[in-house]
């Protein structure tokens, strides 16, 4: 005999989670599977564990600056350490995850699940009837197509290393390899980074990509540019010979792939059940989150549309309430304005449109941008500058856009982006009474366009 739910979700990462809970407080009968543990990538292996590594490698800089506010401090780095209570964290998370299941009344379910139907899920040889089914099955980090490919790790590892190598290459300099370069030469690692383009950040502004480059090369990141990894051999001391397909050859003790994550929808049972995938294995959905199946829908990174955490659990949220809620109100997947951070040293964060963007939809653009030494860095030392940039509609004053590179950049972001969110204009930000001193003043400071 089958068990029949309301509602099968597939994935107990950020989205899947969120999507099962609510569904369940509608008053929903609920069953989630997932294969490994609770919390996904962000979780286990993304975000969370990636922000503990991030703040450990920032001491290493604030020691040398603090010598200059008159501390005299010595101190060593144990990796093992850092590992051991990252590893507890990660186990608390991954217990609340599971206990907001079952408070909700959730049917919690170790294993994988697949589609045998458009409304049958099996899961440990056990079929269940459901009526909507959730795909949220996340994503994966991805190896190129070369000799010795295998001989690297991803970010997946990079979070369970025995021990931290000497010299580390990492390729790809998308946020995650931007991330982890800041991260392991915070630690003391020496850090090469290889990427096929000029600059880093593909997609975001010309003036973010540029200063976040400048800055990686600054704290003594080795540039491989303009050139990819076209082989990979080991050596017999462990360390491994790359060659570059520009004819460099160079030699290092670790490799880490950051380039680019494919939705983990194989073997799931989605194109026998009529669903229908994209180029890149992703599944297909409309504004609301529905495949082609009426009865099956997918959030987050196995759609491949905005990989970030707050999206999928907006989105898992969305499904559930436009599925099982009462208000009648349908709640479609529009994301037009989403603040993103890349943490490296000093972070980066931006919102809204980017200046190649804005010229293309407004004929009439305001470009504020301001590049300045922050008062911190005025005693410490420090060769490192924060710059600011404001996209302004010039026929209505509207803010299109706010990027920003420098320390406390992502909280600066996080409440400008609400200002964009309610229509703000240039006119507001100038009203504001600056808050002195403190870097985020310079918002209300930047009064004259610059010239393009």
Not at 52 to 80: C, L, N, P, T
Not at 125 to 138: F, R
Not at 222 to 241: H, M, Q, V, Y
Not at 351 to 363: C, N, P, R
């Amino acid at each position: 005999m089958s068990k029949s739910v309301d509602f099968f979700v597939i994935g107990g990462g950020s989205g899947g989670v969120r999507a099962a809970r609510i569904a369940a407080q509608h008053g929903a009968s609920v069953a989630v599977a997932e294969e490994s543990r609770y919390g996904g990538t962000c979780v286990i292996r993304g975000c969370i564990p990636k922000k503990f590594f991030v703040y450990a490698s920032e001491f290493s800089h604030a020691m040398e600056d603090a010598k200059r506010y008159g501390w005299d401090i010595r101190g060593s780095f144990d990796w093992q350490t850092l590992l051991t209570n990252k590893d507890e964290r990660i186990d608390r998370l991954n217990g609340i995850y599971i206990n907001m299941l079952k408070k909700a009344g959730v049917e919690i379910l170790d294993g994988r699940a697949t589609l045998r139907s458009a409304n049958e899920v099996v899961v440990n040889g056990e079929v269940y009837q459901a009526k909507h089914i959730l795909i949220a099955t996340g994503g994966r980090p991805v190896r190129p197509d070369i000799p010795g490919a295998e001989l690297g790790i991803t970010s997946n590892e990079a979070f369970h290393l025995e021990s931290l190598p000497k010299r580390i290459t990492i390729v790809g300099a998308g946020y995650i390899g931007l991330e982890f370069s800041s991260i392991f030469q915070g630690l003391g690692v020496e850090v090469s980074l290889v990427h096929h383009r000029k600059e880093a950040l593909r997609g975001f502004d010309d003036d973010i990509r540029h200063q976040v480059t400048e800055n990686i090369r600054k704290n003594g990141v080795k540039l491989i540019f303009e050139t990819e990894i076209a082989e990979i051999t080991k050596n017999s001391d462990g360390s491994f010979d790359f060659t570059c397909r520009n004819g460099g050859k160079h030699n290092t003790d670790l490799i880490m792939w950051a380039t680019g994550r494919r939705p983990n929808t194989e073997n799931l049972g989605l194109a026998e059940a009529g669903v229908t995938l994209g180029k890149r294995g992703e599944v297909c959905i409309d504004s609301f989150g529905k495949t082609d199946v009426d009865s099956i829908y997918a959030v987050g990174d196995c759609t491949d549309r905005l990989q970030l955490t707050p999206i999928a659990i907006r989105e898992g949220q969305a499904v559930a309430d436009n599925l099982f809620g009462k208000s009648g109100n349908k709640v479609c997947f529009d994301h037009p304005i989403v603040p993103t951070a890349i943490f490296t040293q000093p972070e980066a964060a931006t919102v809204g449109l980017t200046e190649a963007q804005a010229k293309e939809s407004h004929a009439n653009l305001h470009v504020y941008l301001s590049t300045f030494k922050p008062l911190f860095h005025s005693m410490s030392g420090r060769d490192e500058e924060v710059m600011m940039k404001l996209l302004v509609d010039a026929t209505n004053d509207k803010v299109l856009g706010f990027h920003m590179v420098g320390k406390g950049a992502a909280d600066v972001v996080q409440t400008v982006a609400i200002a964009i969110g309610m229509g703000a204009t240039k006119a507001d930000f100038l009203r504001t009474i600056p808050l002195h001193p403190c870097t985020a003043e310079e918002l209300v400071f930047m009064r004259t366009p610059i010239e393009r």
